[in-house]
Structures are given as structure tokens and as C-alpha cells.
């Protein structure tokens, strides 16, 4: 790898992905405080925190991240995912100019910054959110940009051990990765040397075929069918072009 880290501290250890990412071995010396611990919608709690423990990474996963509660409360919304990371982002910029070094920042992002209706989306498309998660989540995206040691990743994940629904599109597409890859991306990433936006995902598909695979009792249904029982708006096409991604991970297998 091209760069070592003494500690790298987890950012929502106890969500679905910052679970999956203690659990997995990848990472070592991690520091997984707990929300009652690093609280994002708490300033004193980071504060605190920042002050008490050393660390030279940071992996944010933390988030609310069901759309429908963020539709439902978008004030929480913002306030643990923009605001939450404007603090961290605040505190991070004090470390590195007390430490006089920066330090490496990933903050996974999502699909949900396109408008999601005519993918796939390079880095470079406009970011314009379909919901008020995506705008939360894009709004987190321009505190991180302050940081010079940063990469964002926009994204979309699934357990394929955890299936949840009876029924899923077959007109509805999207990049999303199992869980174990993208720990995986974020373990190749954390230890690049890229700066920036990366599109991280799988080849496109629809939710039916991608889940159908992993839970044969699904059953196939048109998007309109789903969208006219949820009181929010879902995406059509949010694929992703990972073109970067392909890009960074040969340039990555050539570094030890």
C-alpha cells in the first residue's frame, strides 16, 4: 500500500456499513466510537473526542439514511447528515493544523446526488438530488471538498444476506454493491493516493434481476407500482459510469 496509517477512526462504527467494516478484518487499529460517544449533532461530544484520540484516517459513514425518514424529518436529516459533517469536517481542519499533517478523509456519499432518471452518471455529471436525503448527502459532499486529503464516494450498497422486500422492478436500475465489495473499494481507496469524486459500483442492472439472484421467491413488478405507494420520489436509472474507479483500481494493483 502506499501510505500506512496509525489509527483510523470509524465514523457511524455501529450502522450497517461501519459494522460491516469493523467486522470484516480489513482495517487495523480502528477507533469505533459509539454515537453516544462522537455524537455529529453534538459539537462538544467531537470536540471531545478529537482532543482525547489520535488518529491520522477518517472513514464517515454515518448517516440517516431511509429516505423515507428523511423525507418524513428532514430537519434530523440535516443536522446529522449535513450539519453532522460540516462539524466533523470543522474539527478534522483543527486536528490536522495542530498535528501540522493531514489527514486521509473518505466520506461515502450516494447515487442519490444525480437526479437518478437517465444513468449511467460520470463524476462530472450535474448533481442535482431527486430527495431531500441526496441534497443532505450532497449539501456533506462540499463541507468534505475543504479537506486537501479527501475522496468522496458515491455509491449504493445491499447485504446480500438481507433481502428485504416480496416485490422489486424490473424497470428501476442502479449500480448498488454488495457490502463486501464495497468494503473493499473503501480498504483500496483509504490507501490510495486519489483526491477527489469517485463513482463506485457494480455493472447495471435492475433491482428484480440483481435480487431475484440472491432471493428466488421475489416477485417482478413495474417501478409505477412501487412509486404509487411511496410517498417520495425513486429513482429510475441511477447507474454509474466507473470508469475512475476501474481506473484507480489498476493504478492501485501496482502499488505495494
Known sequence: MSQKFHHILIVGATGQLGSYLVSSGLFGNILTPTRKILNLCDTPSIKK???AHSFDAI???AAIARMRDCQKDPVSAM???LMGTCRLVEETLRKEKKMKKKIRYLYVST???YP???GP???SDPAIPYNHYGWTKL???CAVHLLKDHCIIRTRFHDPAHIPFKIYAKDSFNSSLPLNELAHAIHTLLYSRFIGTVNVGSKKSSDYARYKKLKTAIRPCQLKDIQSKTPFILSRNASLDCS???KIIRTSSHVS
Open 49 to 51: 473526542y478529537f482532543q
Open 59 to 61: 472513514i464517515h459513514t
Open 79 to 81: 443536522q446529522t447528515n
Open 111 to 113: 447515487d442519490g446526488v
Open 116 to 118: 437518478s432518471t437517465r
Open 121 to 123: 452518471y460520470k463524476e
Open 139 to 141: 449539501g456533506a459532499e
Open 244 to 246: 475512475l474507479w476501474k
